[in-house]
Structures are given as C-alpha cells and as structure tokens.
C-alpha cells in the first residue's frame, strides 16, 4: 500500500510540475508560431530551453524526495553543455525516456528525440516537442520504401530540415536504434543475434551524421540496465520497486561513412551500429551480473 501510495503522489506532482513548465513555455512558443523568423526562433530557443532546465531540474528533485527513479551513472569521457552529440541508446522501457530528461541536466544539452509525426497531436507533450524542434518523422515500411524509393529520401529531407535548425545551437539527438522497446516477444520474432537487444536501424544514426556530422562532437554511447530484463512499466517506476537502474555514458568520435552513395553509406553505418550492438549487448550481460546480487 505504501508503495502505491507512493506512485499516486508522485505522480500528481509530476504532472502538476509538467503543466506548471507548459505554462511558462506557452507564451513563448506561441511568439514562435506568430512570428517565424530566423532572429526570433533562435530568441525563443534559448529561452525554452531555460524552461526544459528547470523542468528536468523539479523532476530530479520530486524523484530523489519520493525516493524513486534511483540510478548509477558512470561517464568515460568529457561530457559538456556546450557541446553537439548523437546520443544511441538501448530501449527497454518508455521509463527510459524520464532517465534520459533527468540525466542530461547540466551534463550535456537538452535532448531532442526523433518522434512519430502522429505524436504531435499528443496533448500538451506534442505541441512543447513541436515548440522545441523535435524532429516529427513519418514511418514507412520496408515495403513502402521498395515500391518507393523516394519515401527514403523524404526521411532524409527531413532530417535535414529538422538537424538544419540546431546550426549555431548545442543540442543532443537522441535516436534509439531499435525502433521500439525491447520485449520477449519481439526478440524472438526478430531472432535477433543478440541475447538483450533488438535488431537495429542504422538509418537515423546514417541521417544524422550525413546531415550533421561537421557539427557533431561525438557520439554518446549510452547503455541502461535495469533489475528486470524488460525494464519497468511506468507504474512500476513510480513505486520504485525496481531501483537502482545502472546507466553508463562512453563518449565516442563521430564515425566517416561514404557519402558518395547512398547504398554505400547505409552500409557503412549498418556495419557500425552492428558492431556497437555487439559491445553494448556483452555491456548489459555484465551489468545485469552485477545488480543481480542487490535482488536477493
């Protein structure tokens, strides 16, 4: 009962916190949707971007004084907040993402996720990732891009749409290369070779570098464990019943790819995430070895 009494507080908090930052960020982005300019976009940016700070600073501090979300951060490199990144992450739960707002603050700038086009309709949360240039990408199947190979360069067009925005902005892309959240299920219908992760998509890390790759300072390699293979559910989160969640940060140099050809370029970073995935699935082997113990 106390656990869930827990949840419930914390919850309402949060989201008493959430709408109280969109108050604050709603005037702001609605100067933005009134005048598009380039002088005044920039003005907004770094003014929202302020307001994202705070947000992620109030849910650190709700989540420490109803004592969940607990984790262990360990960083190989030198992160900092004036920097560009490319962020790769497992994906195991939607909790990942709260991990993510709560880590980055003052380590490195506010992430932007590479979002569903349908979540811009999303009340409340889909009009802020709009305000603050989420990337909005229409999914296509592999079917859809054989018949029409023209809907692969419109994803790439509009990565470049969306990555020429951040010019002259430190900013972190997050891209989660497995598309979805990782369950049993979906690992066996993928039969995917690795025992803790799905089978990536090199296309978003290939987008992002082909059109960002002068102005990335690194590629931030970034592996979450949890006590259960799958992750929590978001209730599950707010009882802190699965805690502490293991987190580690290697920085990483922006990898070359061919970009003489697309199919030459696909390949290349294919062959990367590929190798990543071997490293990141033996990482996670080791530190669910290591939290096993903490659970007897």
């Known amino acids: 009962m106390r656990r869930q009494c827990t949840a419930g507080v914390t919850l309402v908090l949060g989201v008493i916190w959430l709408l109280g930052c969109f108050l604050l960020l709603l005037p702001i982005a609605l100067i933005k949707l009134a005048l598009p300019h380039q002088a005044v976009r920039g ?9 994202v700070g705070l947000f992620s600073a109030g849910l650190q501090r709700l989540l420490a004084l109803m004592r969940v979300g607990a984790y262990e951060l360990r960083i190989h490199g030198d992160l900092r907040t004036d920097r560009t990144y490319l962020l790769i992450c497992n994906h195991q739960s939607w909790v990942d993402i709260l991990y993510l707002l709560v880590l980055h603050h003052r380590r490195i700038p506010f992430p932007r996720f590479f979002l569903k086009r349908e979540l ?119 009882t802190g019943t699965e805690q502490p969640v293991l987190v580690e940060m290697a920085l990483r140099p922006v990898p070359s790819f061919d970009h003489s050809t697309p199919r030459g370029r696909r390949e290349q970073a294919r062959n990367w995430v590929n190798a990543l995935w071997d490293e990141k699935d033996l990482r996670i082997e080791a530190m669910r070895a290591e939290l096993e113990p903490r659970l007897r």
């Open 120 to 238: 811009i309709w999303f009340p409340v949360i889909g009009f802020a990732c709009w305000a603050m240039d989420f990337p909005f990408m229409r999914r296509y199947s592999s079917q859809a891009k054989a018949a029409n190979p023209a809907l692969a360069q419109r994803d790439l067009e509009t990565a470049r749409a969306a990555c020429a925005r951040y010019r002259g902005r430190a900013v972190t892309i997050i891209n989660y290369v497995e598309g979805t959240r990782f369950s049993r299920a979906r690992h066996a219908a993928q039969q995917a070779r690795w025992t803790h992760l799905l089978n990536p998509r090199a296309g978003g890390v290939s987008y992002v570098i082909d059109a960002m790759g002068d102005q990335l300072d690194g590629i931030i390699d970034t592996t979450l464990a949890y006590p259960t293979p799958e992750g929590p559910g978001f209730w599950r989160f707010l």
């Open 43 to 51: 003005w907004c940016a770094g003014r929202m971007d302020r307001i």
